[in-house]
C-alpha cells in the first residue's frame, strides 16, 4: 500500500497537469484512495504483528515486499499452482521445515489437489494471497488486497 500511495501520487499530479480544471477532483479522489490504502496497510500491519514470528511459506518470490514490509517471519520456494512439484522440490522442502516448521503457504492462485494433499501430509495449509500482479478477475486492487488482508487474519495456531 505505501508503493501504491507514492504510484497514485504521480499518477494523480500527471493527470492534473494535463487537466489543471479537474485538480480539485483529482486532489479529492487521490485523499479519498490513500485512506483506502493507509487503511489497508494498517490492516495487514495488525494482521503480520499478530503472527509475530510463526514461520510461514510463500510459493513464489513475489511477495518479498510483502515480507519485507511486515517484517513476516517467512520462506519463498519457486512452486507454481498449476504445477504439482517434483520429488527434488518434495525432498528440498523438507529440508526448509527443520529449520522452518511453518504451518502455512501462501499462493499466487489455487494450488493443484496433488499440491495441497502433499502439503497437508507435512501438517501445511493452503491459502491464496493474491499478490495483484494483474487486474484481479473480479474487483479491484483495494478489493483483492482486502481479502488478502483477511487471509493473513485468519491464520491461527
Same mark, same amino acid.
Given at each position: ?23 480539485? #477532483? ?67 522442502? #523438507?529440508?526448509?521445515? #527443520?529449520?522452518?516448521? !511453518? ?21 501445511? !495449509? ?26 493473513? #487474519?485468519?491464520?491461527?495456531?
Amino acid at each position: 500500500p505505501e508503493l501504491a500511495i507514492q504510484q497514485a501520487q504521480t499518477i494523480a499530479a500527471a493527470i492534473a497537469l494535463q487537466r489543471p480544471e479537474q485538480e480539485a #477532483e483529482i486532489q479529492l479522489r487521490l485523499d479519498s484512495l490513500k485512506r483506502d490504502l493507509v487503511d489497508l496497510d494498517s490492516r495487514l500491519g495488525v494482521a503480520a504483528e499478530a503472527l509475530g514470528e510463526e514461520p510461514l511459506l510463500f510459493s513464489h518470490p513475489v511477495y518479498q515486499y510483502l515480507i519485507n514490509r511486515y517484517g513476516l517471519n517467512a520462506v519463498e520456494v519457486h512452486w507454481e499452482p498449476d504445477i504439482a512439484p517434483d520429488g527434488h522440490a518434495w525432498e528440498h522442502l #523438507e529440508e526448509l521445515l #527443520e529449520s522452518h516448521p !511453518a504451518k502455512w503457504m501462501l499462493w499466487e492462485g489455487e494450488p493443484l489437489d496433488v499440491t495441497v494433499r502433499g502439503l497437508e501430509d507435512r501438517g501445511i !495449509a493452503s491459502l491464496v494471497f493474491d499478490p495483484c500482479g494483474n487486474r484481479p478477475d473480479e474487483g479491484d486492487y483495494l478489493s483483492a488486497m482486502a481479502a488478502n488482508a483477511a487471509t493473513l #487474519e485468519s491464520l491461527t495456531w
